[in-house]
């Protein structure tokens, strides 16, 4: 009779042991996975700006020299991805891969000013990259610095654990990340 009373009593120390332990284990694991999450959200858009401001530095006035026919626009995203991407919004949209193009925006600088936010929504959306030439005139000499801005929403499951939340929502924050460079020719 003794060894039912002990196994009950052990079984419900059991779970207070793994209310103790379990439930801060279950925080740690999600977050891991959302900071995880969130790198990899940055990466991608460092990657994707990178290699948007490459595809312009090499697109400046001295490009149409020699017979080229090389005079880049910033927009609009066409949706294809493949080797005929023409825009450097299509370029920065395709490397991004993963991020949403709708919430997704994207600010051009060059010596002649900012022009942005601008959306790399492929369906025109609010506010879509227009077709025009970038960086402008006189903005686009070799030497000349032009820097690319993008910006996205991050939203996160951890704001689900923090006490007192009445609806479960996620939390958002704007995830950004730039690259500059000289234009080449």
């Known amino acids: 009779m003794k060894t039912v009373g002990r196994k009950l009593r052990q079984g419900g120390q059991s779970l207070i042991e793994f209310t103790l332990v379990g439930i801060p284990m279950l925080f740690i694991l ?3 996975f959302e900071v995880s999450r969130g790198m990899w959200m ?3 858009m460092a990657y994707s700006v990178k290699a948007g401001i490459r595809y312009a530095i090499v697109h400046g006035v001295d490009c149409t020299k020699n017979g080229n026919n090389c005079p880049v626009n910033l927009g609009p995203p066409k949706g294809t991805c493949d080797s005929t991407n023409g825009t450097i919004a299509e370029v920065i949209r395709c490397a991004g891969v993963g991020l949403d193009p709708k919430k997704t925006t994207v600010t051009f ?3 002649q000013g900012t022009v942005g936010p601008y959306t790399l929504d492929v369906t025109g959306g609010t506010n879509p990259c227009p077709a025009t030439a970038w960086p402008p005139a006189n903005g686009n000499q070799a030497g000349q610095l032009i820097t ?6 991050f939203n996160s499951a951890i704001a689900m654990f923090w006490p007192g939340a009445k609806p479960v929502t996620f939390a958002s924050a704007n995830l950004a990340a730039s690259s500059s460079d000289h234009v080449q020719f």
Do not use: F, L
């Not at 690319?148 to 929403?153: L, N, Y």
């Open 30 to 32: 999600v977050s891991v």
């Open 109 to 111: 600088t060059s010596a």
């Open 42 to 44: 940055y990466h991608t």
């Open 148 to 153: 690319i801005e993008i910006r996205t929403p």
